[in-house]
C-alpha cells in the first residue's frame, strides 16, 4: 500500500517569510494529492490539492509542487502571516481510494 | 449546507468497556472515512466505505474495532473492550465520489478517553 513521508515535523518562520512543506510517496499509481490544514480543535481542512497531470498550482500564496519521476510533492507558503499557524498534512491516493496521509507538520508563524 | 458531524464530541470511559462514535457525513455523499489521530500524531486511516461496495477495513488496528454504515449514510465507529491505548481523537470524513473533486470533508472529532 501507500506509504507518505512529511518532512520536516516541525516549522517555524517569521511572519512575512516562506514556509515549504515537503512530502514523499511510494506508489507510482497514486494520482492526487491534496493538502490539508488542521487547526486546533478542528478537523483537517483542504487547502490546495494537485492532480498527476500537471506539475504545480498555485492559489494565492499557496503553492504545490509534483515530482512525479521522484515521488514527492512539496507545499509552498509564501508571505506567511501568523494564522498560517496550524498542522499541515499531506496525502496521496489514487483516485482518492484508500487515502494515506503524512504524519503532518506543525508550522508555527512568529509575528 | 451541514458539515459532517460527529457525536459525541468528547467520551471519556473506563478500561474494558465498549464505545459507539458516530458520523453524520454531508448528505449525496457516497464516500465515508474513519481515522484515528493520536496526541501530536498524524492520520491514520482506519475503514473506508464507497456507495454499497464492501468496506476497506485495512486500516482497523484489531478485531475490536468494527464500523458500519447504515443505509449508505450514518456510520457507526465501535470499539470493543477498550484499551488506553485506543485514546485519541476519531475523525470521520466525507466525500462525493467521482466527479473533478475528491475533497474530504472532515468533522470536528470525538475525543476517546480510555482511563
Known amino acids: 500500500g501507500e506509504n507518505v513521508e512529511q518532512h520536516p515535523s516541525t516549522l517555524s518562520v517569521q511572519e512575512g517569510d516562506s514556509a515549504v512543506i515537503k512530502c514523499t510517496y511510494s506508489d507510482s499509481a497514486s494520482n492526487y494529492f491534496p493538502w490539508y490544514k488542521q487547526e486546533l480543535g478542528k478537523g483537517p481542512q483542504l487547502i490546495i490539492d494537485i492532480r498527476s497531470n500537471v506539475g504545480e498550482k498555485k492559489d494565492q500564496r499557496i503553492a504545490v509542487t509534483l515530482n512525479k519521476t521522484a515521488k514527492h510533492f512539496s507545499l509552498h507558503i509564501t508571505e506567511t502571516q501568523p494564522e498560517d499557524s496550524a498542522v499541515y498534512f499531506c496525502?496521496?491516493?489514487?483516485?482518492?481510494?484508500?487515502?494515506?496521509f503524512g504524519a503532518g507538520t506543525r508550522l508555527t508563524v512568529k509575528p | 449546507g451541514a458539515g459532517v458531524s460527529q457525536s459525541p464530541s468528547n467520551k471519556v470511559t473506563e478500561k474494558g468497556k465498549d464505545v459507539e462514535l458516530r458520523c453524520d457525513p454531508i448528505?449525496?455523499?457516497?464516500?465515508l472515512y474513519w481515522y484515528r489521530q493520536s496526541l501530536g500524531q498524524g492520520l491514520e486511516f482506519l475503514i473506508y466505505f464507497q456507495g454499497n461496495s464492501a468496506p476497506d477495513k485495512s486500516g482497523l488496528p484489531s478485531d475490536r474495532f468494527s464500523a458500519e454504515r447504515t443505509g449508505g449514510s450514518v456510520s457507526t465507529l465501535t470499539i470493543q473492550r477498550t484499551q488506553q491505548e485506543d485514546s485519541a481523537v476519531y475523525l470521520c470524513a466525507s466525500s462525493l465520489s467521482g466527479g473533478r473533486s475528491y475533497e474530504q470533508y472532515f468533522g470536528p472529532g470525538t475525543r476517546l478517553t480510555v482511563t
Open positions: 496525502a496521496a491516493s489514487m483516485n482518492n481510494n484508500d487515502m494515506r
Open positions: 448528505s449525496g455523499h457516497t464516500a
